[in-house]
């Protein structure tokens, strides 16, 4: 059973950085999507970034390309989202998902889920 892990968020003011991280249980197996997505209260979930695990091919959604940047540590097993100029409308919690082919935006397209992590921005 895949675990992953999520770290990071908080409270920070608009214009301000925060990096999250998700460490895994097991190590990934290279053919397949690693993702963070992100749930404001009353919406629905949505893509925010992801990464192909051999080739680190990263796809951004257009509201956080320029701003944020996802990488990875395979040695560590761990997946990150440095997140840069934040603003107000970055509120959310953010889930980093693991194990996803085909449709990277798609979030049922992803097996395994972490637990979230609350990032709140202030104006």
């Known amino acids: 059973q895949v675990q992953l892990v999520e770290s990071g968020g908080g409270l920070v003011q608009a214009g301000g950085s925060l990096r999250l991280s998700c460490a895994s249980s097991v190590r990934t197996s290279t053919n397949v999507y690693k993702g963070w997505f992100r749930q404001a209260p009353g919406k629905e979930r949505e893509f925010v970034a992801a990464?192909?695990?051999?080739?680190?091919?990263?796809y951004y959604a257009d509201s956080v390309k320029d701003r944020f940047t996802i990488s990875m540590d395979n040695a560590a097993n761990t997946l990150y989202l440095q997140m840069n100029s934040l603003k107000p409308e970055d509120t959310a919690v953010y889930y980093c998902?693991?194990?996803?082919?085909?449709?990277?935006?798609?979030?049922?397209?992803?097996?395994?889920w972490g637990q979230g992590t609350q990032v709140t921005v202030s104006s």
């Open positions: 990464i192909q695990w051999s080739t680190r091919s990263t």
């Open positions: 998902a693991s194990g996803g082919m085909g449709s990277l935006r798609d979030g049922t397209r992803y097996l395994y």
